[in-house]
Structures are given as C-alpha cells and as structure tokens.
C-alpha cells in the first residue's frame, strides 16, 4: 500500500510542477503575444494528458470522460506544438497565417464532434483499440513536421557554429521535452504504464525548475561562446560598419522592436552573426543586449522627460521592452534610479528651471 502511494507521489509530482510551471508563465509577462499563449496551451494539455493516465493507472475506474478527455488533450497537443514552432520561426514574425490556424482548430472541432457523437462511454473497445492508435500516429506525424520547421535553421547553426537565437532556445526547450514525453508512454507500453507517468515527471520537474531558474541561465548553458576571428576587426571596416548600425538604431529605430535579435540584424547588415556580435564588443565594448537596451533606456528617459501622459509601463512597451519588470530591472542598473522616481526628478529639474 504504502508502495503505491508513493509511487502515485513521485508520477503526480511531474503534473504538479507542470502546472505551476503554466501559473508562472501566465502571470510572468504581461504582454503577451500569439507564441505565448500557443506555449501556455500546449503545456496544460500535457498536464490533462499525463494527470489523467497517473489517475486511470491507479484507478481504472475513472469515469468515462474523464478519460476521452486525456486522449482528446493527447490528439491537440500535436497541432498545438506545431503551430508554437512555427510561429517562433524568424520568417513568421508578422503572424500565423489562417491556414496554419487551421490546423488547430480542425483537431478541436474533431474532439468536440467525437465527444458529442461518439464519446468514449458508449464507444469504448473503438477507443481502445481503434481510435487511440490513430491518436498516436497524428501526433506522431505532428512532432515529425514540427522536426521538419527546425531543422534546416539548426544545420546552418551547427555548421557555421553561431550562437543560439532567442527563438531557438525557446523552440528546442518545448520541441525536445514533448519528444522526450511522447517515447516515455510509447517505452511505458512495453513494460508499465505508470513509467510513462513518473518519467514524464521527472521531466516536467525538470523543466518547471528551469522556468523558476531563469531564461538567461537556460540561455548561457545552451549557448557556446562566441568564437571571434584571431584578429581583431580593422579599424576603417569597424568604423564603417559602427555609423551603419547607430543609423539603424537611431534613424529607423530599430531598438523598438521587442523581438529585434542579433541574427535579424546581422542579416540586415549583411554581415555573419559573429562579425556583428564580434563588431558590437569591439567597438562599443558592450554584448547585443546591452547594446540595444543602451538605446532603449535613452529613448525611455526622453518620453519620462516629457511632459506626455505616457504611463511608465506604455514607456517600456513603446522603447522595446517585452515586459514591465524587464524595463524597471534594465532601467534601474543602467541609471541607478526606477522609471517613475527618474520621471518625478525630471520633472522637479524642469519645473526649478
């Protein structure tokens, strides 16, 4: 007895810690954007998939729906990641197209049909053994195209040997763990059923601790060092290059784009991602980031000067920032003062003057 309590302990802490996951990445950005929301779908579905087999395991008399409703969430969450993937890809940065959206809803309107005119209760052995298998084969075919999306952009990566890109490290932190979740129920087929569940939450443990942990940790272990040439970049190359990329950031503005990264630039400018980071340490002595955030913060501290009715937080999205607390913690360590208490000293400077 007490065995099985704990193994039920260990294989619904997984689900536990994926929820919490989802809590945090719902309420940790308060801009969010189409990617954000297809992230928050896709690891809820996990949740419903994983927590329902954890409970039908250790009782197999569950109700019916309850179980159509973990093999439903099973047949979503194929489309779900493919359209996640697919919006992170640099070329899709203006939308999804409908077409793509269309996939998603299509597997939703089939769940619903299923679950009006042929639900599990009254159709059990098709389920069993029909219908289930043909879940597995969608979403097999879905994480195989999903496969397909990120491959030709990580061959270049591995074979020009450039750092990863934001939207990379997202991609292959979502892509790798769902491959890794759908082998342990296919391996948990083969011996028990409850391994697909405490793997899964082993994984989900995994992955929840990095959330916590921070984006910038996940990044630094994902992302190698940068290899410069041996030679430092010639002056006259460096200064030509440097006036190209001010006017970049100060006449088109550049810096206000919220998803605006370095390989996007580097394509710009025509220039590998390693010249272009190799340029912006160099040159101006800072990393990318740094860089862009220098512009930022300047823009922000010409709208917190002016006499406009712009909210502090209207300011951090208006210069770039994807989020209210980025902008306070960036515009903190680069001016030593907060957004509103720089915005209340500007004032009482213009009104002494």
């Not at 934001?166 to 028990?192: D, G, H, K, N």
Request: glycine fraction near 6%; charged fraction near 15%; proline fraction near 5%.
């Amino acid at each position: 007895m007490l065995s099985n309590q704990l193994l039920f302990f260990f294989s619904a802490l997984g689900v536990f810690h994926g929820l919490l996951l989802w809590a945090y990445l719902l309420v940790a950005s308060e801009k969010k954007k189409p990617t954000d929301y297809l992230l928050l779908t896709v690891l809820l579905l996990f949740c419903l998939r994983v927590g329902v087999s954890c409970v039908y395991f250790f009782e197999p008399r569950l109700a019916p729906h309850w179980i159509q409703l973990g093999l439903s969430a099973n047949f979503l969450i194929g489309p779900a990641l493919w359209l996640y993937v697919l919006g992170l890809l640099p070329e899709r940065r203006g939308g999804l197209p409908p077409t793509a959206w269309a996939h998603l809803g299509v597997a939703l309107l089939i769940v619903i049909l299923l679950a009006i005119f042929y639900p599990f209760a009254a159709h059990f052995s098709s389920w069993d053994f029909h219908l289930r298998y043909l879940i597995h084969t969608h979403l097999t075919i879905y994480l195989l195209a999903t496969a397909y999306l990120l491959w030709p952009s990580f061959w270049q990566r591995w074979r020009s040997e450039t750092p990863w890109q934001p939207w990379q490290w997202r991609a292959v932190l979502v892509f790798l763990p769902s491959v890794a979740i759908c082998a342990c129920f296919v391996l948990s087929l083969y011996t028990s059923y409850i391994l697909g569940p405490v793997l899964t939450s082993l994984i989900f443990y995994l992955l929840a601790l990095g959330g916590f942990w921070g984006r910038e940790h996940w990044r630094s272990l994902l992302q190698p060092g940068v290899k410069y040439a041996a030679s430092p970049m010639p002056a006259e190359e460096a200064r030509v290059l440097l006036s190209q990329l001010h006017r970049l950031m100060e006449e088109e503005k550049l810096y206000r784009d919220g998803e605006l990264q370095l390989e996007n630039l580097a394509r710009q400018m025509k220039l590998s991602n390693n010249r272009l980071s190799q340029l912006v340490n160099e040159s101006a002595g800072k990393n990318f980031s740094s860089f862009v955030n220098g512009y930022r913060i300047e823009a922000a501290k010409r709208l917190l000067r002016s006499k406009a009715a712009l909210t502090v937080e209207a300011v951090a999205y208006e210069v770039g920032f994807s989020s209210k607390s980025a902008f306070y913690a960036t515009f903190k360590k680069m001016t030593g003062q907060t957004p509103s208490a720089f915005r209340k000293s500007s004032q009482n400077t213009f009104e002494d003057s």
